[in-house]
Structures are given as structure tokens and as C-alpha cells.
């Protein structure tokens, strides 16, 4: 189901929470970031759930990430030490949920662009002053990571067939055959764009200096709302966020 929302209102919440995600230095503000942002994941009617399992690859690294980052963090109270090693501490769990929580709230700000088609996102990126060859570049990127990632995984699915557990594999070999993989998905990428730089050659793309549009864009009272609803609450904790520095 689409957003009834403007894809433009849509961008704003995504600028916003992804700047809150920066700006916030602790994990209590970050907290509220993240629950703010999964509230709006629950109004927009999005699944992370589903999402964040089709992304459990990326998932499974941030958590790494995160583990590795709390045994060389030092400082703050020991929780485990070995042999009179402090090998982890409050400070590095502190800042490994603090560095969870940031991509997090990353990933569920960017799972709201995905309530609109690209063909909105692209209107709504002209809309704002951006040259449509630039909005249209960059929709057509977003596209191709879906489709990267897809063409990555069947190259995996044809080693499989052929009787090879890369599970299994030790990591020279596996770094061997991801190395062999990556190289025709590269490849499939490349031929795609280039069907699709063809297609828009054929189609006259850039012929005119102005495009017309079937559907033209614009705020409503809804989008309105939402608007100034989004930036109060941005200002709001932009202001207790930073009130006693």
C-alpha cells in the first residue's frame, strides 16, 4: 500500500531522524530516536521485521561490528576481565549499543522511502529544485542495489548446484570463490545499465530542456501537518539535546 503522504514530506522524516541519529552523543537520546523512528515505521504500515531479515546479512555485520568495538573499547567499569585483562567494559557495551542503535535508526529512516514507487521519490527530488538528470541518476541507483544484490545471490545459488557448500569452505577458499562470483555479477550490472542507457536513448531522454509529468505534485493539508508535527519534535529535541552544554 502507498503513502498518501507527499514523497517530499516522506524525504523530510528521513533528512530529520538520519540528522538526529548523528547529532545524538548518547545512547538515552538515541533510544528515543529509534523509537521514534519505529513508530513511524508502524504508521506507515513497513514490516522492519521483514525488511531487517531480508537484510540480515547487513545485520549480522553491524552486530559484529558492534561486539568487536566493545572488546577494544577501554575505559569506564570492568564487566569481564582474563588474566587481569580488562576485556569488557561499560564504556565499550555503551558505545557498541550506542553504535547499533545509529545504524538502526539509518536503516528504518531509509524503510520509509520504500513506501513510495521511485518514479515519486524522482518527482519529488525535481520538485525540490534538483536536476532531474541528478534525481533520476540517483533513483536509478537505488534501484540497482536491490537488483546488485539479487544478481550476486544467483551467482551463489549456481555454486551451490553444483555440489559446493561455501558454508563449509575454508576462509582462503571462500574468499577464492566470492572473488570468482563477484567478478560476472559486476558484469551483469554493467549490461543491464547499458540496456537501460539504450532504452532511454531510444525514449529521447534529456531530447527537451522540461519535462512534462502525467501526475503533478502537491502539499496538501495532511502533508502540511506532518510537516510542521515533524519539525517541532526535530526542534524540540534538537533544543533539550543540547540545552545543557
Known amino acids: ?36 523512528t519505529l513508530l513511524l515505521n508502524i504508521v506507515f504500515r513497513l514490516n522492519p521485521l521483514k525488511t531487517l531479515y531480508r537484510m540480515r546479512r547487513l545485520v549480522s555485520m553491524i552486530i559484529f561490528i558492534a561486539f568487536f568495538q566493545s572488546l577494544t573499547t577501554s575505559g569506564g567499569r570492568p564487566i569481564i576481565t582474563l588474566l587481569g585483562a580488562n576485556i569488557v567494559t561499560s564504556k565499550g557495551l555503551v558505545d557498541s549499543l550506542s553504535f547499533v ?36 541518476m540517483t533513483g536509478i541507483a537505488l534501484k540497482f542495489i536491490p537488483l546488485f544484490g539479487q544478481e550476486f545471490a544467483d551467482r551463489i545459488k549456481a555454486v551451490s548446484l553444483r555440489g559446493i557448500n561455501i558454508k563449509k569452505l575454508k576462509l582462503s577458499k571462500k574468499i577464492k570463490i566470492y572473488s570468482h ?65
Open 1 to 36: 500500500m502507498k503513502s498518501r503522504l507527499d514523497p517530499r514530506i516522506t524525504m523530510l522524516f528521513i533528512v530529520l531522524t538520519s540528522t538526529l541519529s548523528v547529532l545524538a552523543s548518547n545512547v538515552y537520546w538515541l533510544l528515543l530516536v529509534f523509537l521514534l
Open 101 to 136: 542503535l545509529r545504524m538502526g535508526n539509518i536503516m528504518l529512516a531509509v524503510m520509509l522511502g520504500t513506501k513510495h514507487d521511485s518514479r515519486d521519490m524522482i518527482d519529488g527530488l525535481a520538485k525540490l529544485k534538483i536536476p532531474y538528470e541528478l534525481a533520476f
Open 181 to 245: 562470483i563477484l567478478v560476472p555479477a559486476i558484469s551483469g550490472s554493467i549490461i543491464k545499465s547499458r540496456d537501460i542507457a539504450s532504452s532511454m536513448e531510444t525514449r529521447g531522454f534529456r531530447a527537451y530542456p522540461d519535462r512534462t509529468n502525467l501526475r503533478v505534485l502537491k502539499l496538501k493539508l495532511a502533508d502540511y501537518i506532518a510537516m510542521i508535527i515533524a519539525s517541532s519534535i526535530f526542534l524540540l529535541i534538537i533544543y533539550f539535546m543540547f540545552a545543557r552544554r
